[in-house]
């Protein structure tokens, strides 16, 4: 069973407009989250993280929004831009054990011109 | 260039038949991890290296080995390659700095196995 999830495949956004992704994880545990951003025949590239002793890390256009207790998190971005058109995939690690991540299904972000 | 190199890119294989994927970093990086990718799964870690001579299983490792005798080099190997692991794999590297774990990952290596 997948402990961490993204449950949108798919999101269309117009350029300009703000971009939500979203990401659920089970395991409490978890206290570390990334974002990756992956384009077609490349590898993912790391975007921005938190730790879980924060609620918001910023990052130019990026925000992570971190909320425990519905062990939920957020990318926001803002304003998206065509060259945001990508799948971002969360991770998630679990503290003292940096060395194991865990991976969501990934959301493909579409920025409309 | 800082980067992680991967090979072959593309690979088709035949049931049974051994192969190795090669993955090498120029970052010095102590940790390195190998990675699949399957539609609606996302990325599944198959093994981890925390350095050399020491490699430990990820979440999906039946099928696979790995063996890290150089820091730079972190090879996974497929002794008898089955259908199922035709899949888009990944190398990825890093070093704990600051308090943050970012991953750098290679270009990926697309295997067919029929």
């Given at each position: 069973?997948?402990?961490?999830?993204?449950?949108?495949?798919?999101?269309?956004?117009?350029?300009?407009?703000?971009?939500?992704?979203?990401c659920?994880?089970?395991?409490?545990?978890f206290?570390?989250?990334?974002?990756?951003?992956?384009?077609?025949?490349?590898?993912?590239?790391?975007?921005?993280?938190?730790?879980?002793?924060?609620?918001?890390?910023?990052?130019g256009?990026?925000?992570?929004?971190?909320?425990?207790?519905?062990?939920?998190?957020?990318?926001?971005?803002?304003?998206s831009q065509?060259?945001?058109?990508a799948v971002?995939?969360?991770?998630?690690?679990r503290?003292?054990?940096?060395?194991?991540?865990?991976?969501g299904?990934?959301?493909?972000?579409?920025?409309?011109? | 260039?800082?980067?992680?190199?991967?090979?072959?890119?593309?690979?088709?294989?035949?049931?049974?038949?051994?192969?190795?994927?090669?993955?090498s970093?120029?970052?010095?990086?102590?940790?390195?991890?190998?990675?699949?990718?399957?539609p609606?799964?996302?990325?599944?870690?198959?093994?981890?290296?925390?350095?050399?001579?020491?490699?430990?299983?990820?979440?999906?490792?039946?099928?696979?080995?790995?063996?890290?005798k150089?820091?730079?080099?972190?090879p996974?190997?497929?002794?008898?390659?089955?259908?199922?692991?035709?899949?888009?794999?990944?190398?990825?590297?890093?070093?704990?700095?600051?308090?943050?774990?970012?991953q750098?990952?290679?270009?990926?290596?697309?295997?067919?196995?029929?």
């Amino acid at each position: 069973d997948q402990q961490v999830k993204q449950n949108s495949p798919s999101l269309s956004v117009q350029e300009g407009r703000i971009s939500i992704l979203n990401c659920d994880y089970t395991n409490s545990m978890f206290d570390y989250f990334l974002w990756y951003k992956k384009y077609p025949a490349e590898g993912p590239t790391f975007l921005i993280s938190i730790s879980s002793i924060k609620d918001k890390n910023e990052d130019g256009r990026f925000t992570v929004f971190l909320n425990k207790s519905a062990k939920h998190l957020s990318l926001h971005i803002v304003p998206s831009q065509p060259g945001d058109s990508a799948v971002y995939f969360c991770a998630a690690s679990r503290k003292y054990n940096f060395n194991k991540f865990y991976f969501g299904s990934g959301t493909k972000l579409n920025v409309k011109p | 260039e800082a980067q992680v190199t991967q090979n072959p890119r593309y690979l088709i294989t035949v049931t049974g038949k051994k192969l190795t994927v090669t993955c090498s970093q120029n970052m010095n990086h102590e940790y390195m991890s190998w990675y699949r990718q399957d539609p609606g799964l996302g990325l599944r870690q198959i093994y981890y290296s925390m350095n050399v001579e020491v490699t430990d299983k990820g979440d999906v490792p039946e099928g696979y080995k790995v063996s890290r005798k150089e820091k730079r080099n972190f090879p996974l190997i497929l002794e008898s390659p089955s259908p199922n692991q035709t899949s888009l794999y990944f190398c990825a590297s890093s070093k704990p700095s600051r308090g943050t774990y970012e991953q750098y990952f290679g270009p990926g290596t697309r295997l067919t196995v029929t």
